[in-house]
């Protein structure tokens, strides 16, 4: 073979040399993959308990789920917050980072410090924190306390990822767009937002993951009237063993790499 | 030492004046200090810049002179001090208010926008209609010979005429002052010299009061009406390029614009003596603790003859002999220990004829050529 003995790189490796290297990355991205794939043939399953591989197939449980009260609940749930999540994560860690990067005060480092603490220290002392905080502030089971609790989750990555991108961002723009006569929210807004909107995109698609997929928080402060899905599917996990479970997870599994995918066509089209 | 910015003189003067915009505004800034922990990155600054004055802010890096520009414009307030734009105290104005056209090093055009959404940028800003829009943008990238560029990317775009986009932008909306901040560092020396002329012609058209700063003594000599030398955050002398070259204040500034040869020497009674030799100069020498003769190597005769009355002749050793295309430098050893440097032009494309190593040899140096300077670095 041919394709065995060419130059891999600019270098004189070749693709032979490099196949340990190939076979390698294929099986980590199996391994990556595999366990998420793994509930989607579970999902059609037409037994009564989660099984792999099915014997027979139906799509009764996605029936089971769009047809369940309680199951929509959770969704709309879940959704709101994870919506909401997003609209005040997005706009506060954005400012954050944008203020972290053009400020020169020595306390910036321990802002950094503690605006990505919450991803630092372990979640359930968060939710165990919230918890009792909410009992006080009597917004346990609410939707505004998932909400406070899932930004906090949600800012270290808004920070971190838009704080990327103003390190590549000449700030020395923002202050030709003064001189030109813009106040400074305006420079910011015409200036600077355009050029890390990229940033901005994926740091709000993140806020909505982290809300959506979160489930230890949830585990502690949702429920009531505004249970998560993701509360609803571990509860449901340890009472009843069906696969319902697997047919939500495929449908997240779906709504989440659209996002991405979505995500990333929106970055290939800007460049 | 700072200097009081007295007003330009004689023919300098007269070039300010003639080109002097009614649009123009002068610039008063008076005791200006700003500190940066224990450094003073200005050091009470006063400098009175002349209503469509072409002022050059010269300095090494970390002189002080960027931080002056930045105050200026207004991205830094300085611990006190005052500062005037005609009669406006605008030490407080925010930077959007204060109406001054700025270009920066990195050119600071915004990639998102075309050439056209950049130059119109500041129009936008002051709600003018679109149509008035279309034709200053047009008329400014005129201005700055890239008519018809209007559509293009940044991106598309070589250095030099990002270079102009930023002017063009800067002058759209008619400031009544420009600062510049080194404009040109990032372009090659041909195009360099290409555009110190063009922003020079500019400025004559425009008439709006520049500040310009730049690390290039070249640069600053060729376009400014007066140069403000700036170091350790003090102005070391603002004067003429050609007061500035002819008579330094300080062997800081002699030795920061153009090369020079130093010489210790004395006053002794009426006179100033160089190793016993006593001088003939003919500008008074300063009064201060320490003096240096300065001797500009151009200014150097080689004397093969009797020289010319009055001349100062020294003894001295010739060394190597270094050829730079359009001129040689010929070091010659006097009989101290010290090397001074005589640049001659190359004629003839030959530098034969001249002395080689170990020769004796002596050189002259006129009068009007033999400038006593104060011998403190500042």
Redesign the interface.
């Known amino acids: 073979m041919r394709w065995l003995t060419s130059p891999a790189t600019e270098t004189q490796v070749t693709h032979g040399q490099r196949l340990w290297l190939y076979v390698l990355s294929v099986v980590i991205m199996i391994l990556l993959v595999v366990p998420t794939l793994i509930v989607i043939p579970m999902s059609f399953s037409d037994s009564q308990y989660l099984e792999f591989p099915p014997e027979t197939w139906s799509t009764r449980w996605y029936q089971n789920y769009f047809g369940s009260a309680e199951w929509m609940l959770a969704t709309r749930t879940s959704l709101k917050v994870a919506f909401l999540t997003m609209l005040v994560a997005t706009p506060i860690g954005v400012l954050a980072a944008y203020g972290l990067h053009a400020s020169q005060v020595a306390f910036v480092r321990i802002a950094f410090v503690l605006l990505i603490t919450p991803m630092m220290v372990p979640i359930v002392l968060i939710a165990v924190g919230a918890f009792y905080a909410y009992v006080k502030l009597q917004i346990l089971y609410t939707v505004t306390g998932l909400v406070l609790a899932h930004t906090v989750l949600a800012l270290p990555l808004v920070v971190i990822v838009t704080g990327a991108a103003l390190k590549g961002y ?1 700030m ?2 923002e ?10 929210w ?2 910011f807004l ?2 600077t937002l ?2 890390i909107k990229f940033a901005v995109v994926t740091s709000a698609l993140l806020s909505f993951l982290t809300s959506f997929d979160e489930v230890i928080v949830a585990m502690f402060i949702s429920g009531g009237d505004n249970p998560t899905l993701t509360r609803n599917m571990f509860n449901a996990l340890r009472d009843q063993i069906d696969p319902t479970i697997a047919s939500i997870s495929t449908i997240m599994v779906l709504v989440t790499t659209g996002a991405m995918v979505l995500a990333q066509v929106f970055g290939q089209q800007r460049k | 030492m700072w200097q009081a910015a007295g007003p330009a003189t004689g023919k300098e003067k007269d070039r300010v004046l003639s080109t002097a915009n009614t649009q123009a505004l002068p610039i008063s800034v008076s005791h200006v200090t700003k500190t940066y922990g224990a450094v003073h990155a200005l050091d009470d600054v006063s400098l009175e810049i002349e209503s469509g004055e072409f002022l050059t802010l010269l300095g090494p890096s970390g002189s002080g002179k960027t931080t002056l520009l930045m105050v200026l ?3 830094t307030r300085p611990d006190h001090g005052s500062l005037k734009f005609g009669d406006r105290e605008v030490i407080r104005t ?3 208010l ?5 270009t ?3 050119y ?5 926008m075309s050439v056209a959404g950049n130059v119109g ?2 129009l936008r ?2 709600n003018v209609p679109k149509a008035e829009i279309a034709e200053r943008v047009a008329g400014a990238l005129e201005t700055v010979q890239l008519g018809g560029f209007g559509e293009r990317r940044i991106d598309q775009l070589s250095g030099g005429q990002r270079q102009r986009v930023a002017v063009a ?2 002058i759209v ?1 008619e400031p009544r002052i420009l ?1 510049m901040d080194e404009p040109l560092s990032a372009l090659d020396k041909k195009l360099r010299d290409q555009m110190q002329i063009e922003l020079r012609s500019l400025h004559e058209k425009l008439g709006m009061t520049t500040v310009y700063v730049t690390h290039d003594q070249r640069e600053a000599l060729t376009m400014s009406d007066r140069i403000a030398v700036v170091n350790h955050g003090r102005i070391m002398q603002l004067a003429t390029p050609r007061d500035l070259y002819e008579k330094p204040a300080n062997r800081f500034v002699a030795d920061f614009i153009g090369d020079s040869t130093f010489l210790p020497v004395t006053r002794r009674g009426q006179q100033i003596v160089f190793e016993d030799q006593p001088l003939n100069h003919a500008a008074p020498a300063p009064e201060a603790p320490s003096l240096l003769l300065m001797a500009r190597p151009e200014r150097i005769h080689l004397l093969t003859g009797t020289p010319q009355e009055r001349m100062n002749t020294f003894e001295a050793v010739a060394q190597q002999v270094i050829y730079q295309g359009d001129s040689y430098l010929l070091n010659a050893q006097l009989h101290n220990g010290e090397i001074m440097s005589l640049r001659g032009a190359v004629r003839q494309g030959t530098v034969d004829g001249l002395p080689s190593e170990g020769d004796r040899i002596r050189l002259g140096l006129a009068p009007e050529d033999t400038v006593i300077i104060d011998g403190r670095e500042s």
């Open positions: 000449d020395s723009q202050q030709a767009a003064r001189s030109l006569g813009a106040p400074r305006r420079a015409t200036v355009p050029q | 414009a207004g991205f925010p930077p959007h204060r109406d001054v056209g700025m920066f090093q990195s600071a055009l915004f990639p998102h940028y500041p800003l002051r932008r800067a909306f600062l």
